[in-house]
């Protein structure tokens, strides 16, 4: 089959668009407002962009009203936000900060997670989340769409500190994600979480090229 997204002419009983892309890694991502009131959402149209210096991105749709979220406007205005991992043991909390509330509500209250004092910015870290970025804001990207909530503001941040459990570093240096187990989107309603892993390098020999997978920063 094929279907063109403009007339949404797929036949199908529900858009398969978000489950053609899939699993996206969940940005549970925490800001301030400039009243100092506290905000949490997850957003699954998140990454990160690159790794030295890092930076990532979450992407987020106007609400239901057609207005900017939160989460883009004190990102902006207070330039700083925080990643949190959401977590299969932290799924319903994730689920509860999805809700479309008043600004003037705290969702790290809602969701029943306990606020961290970050060290570099303002936003709270979730304190029961196993890794956290620090972020700095460095831009907007916003892109029109249709109807009340198509168009989209693009966030990007420049990671300024990672915080790991120690918990969860295995011996050998690495974070154990399948103890984690990290949550993600499928589409519709659907999530998963990783529960497996495989290794693959690639056989050329470019030691370059394989420390850049890894993130290594070359001199």
């Avoid at 940005?27 to 009243?35: K, P, Q």
Wanted: glycine share 6%; net charge negative; hydrophobic share 35%.
């Amino acid at each position: 089959m094929y279907y063109d997204p403009d007339k949404n002419d797929h036949g199908l009983p529900h858009n398969p668009f978000k489950s053609c892309v899939a699993p996206r890694p969940i940005g549970w991502i925490s800001t301030i407002s400039l009243e100092g009131i506290h905000n949490l959402a997850p957003y699954s149209q998140f990454q990160n962009l690159t790794f030295d210096p890092p930076y990532v991105m979450f992407a987020a749709n106007q609400n239901t009203r057609g207005e900017r979220k939160d989460s883009a406007v004190n990102a902006e205005q207070t330039k700083e936000f925080v990643y949190n991992m959401a977590t299969y043991d932290l799924r319903e909390a994730v689920n509860r900060s999805a809700a479309e509330v008043p600004p003037e509500v705290d969702e790290f209250e809602l969701a029943g997670v306990t606020k961290a004092p970050s060290v570099r910015v303002k936003p709270c870290r979730v304190a029961e989340s196993p890794v956290q970025f620090e972020c700095r804001y460095y831009g907007t990207l916003r892109l029109p769409g249709n109807g009340t909530m198509g168009t989209v503001d693009i966030i990007i941040g420049r990671v300024v500190l990672i915080h790991i459990k120690d918990d969860f570093i295995t011996p050998d240096g690495r974070i154990d994600l399948l103890r984690i187990r990290p949550l993600a989107r499928l589409g519709y309603y659907d999530y998963t979480t990783v529960e497996s892993i495989f290794e693959m390098v690639i056989p050329d020999g470019n030691e370059a090229l394989l420390a850049g997978l890894e993130g290594k920063r070359l001199k």
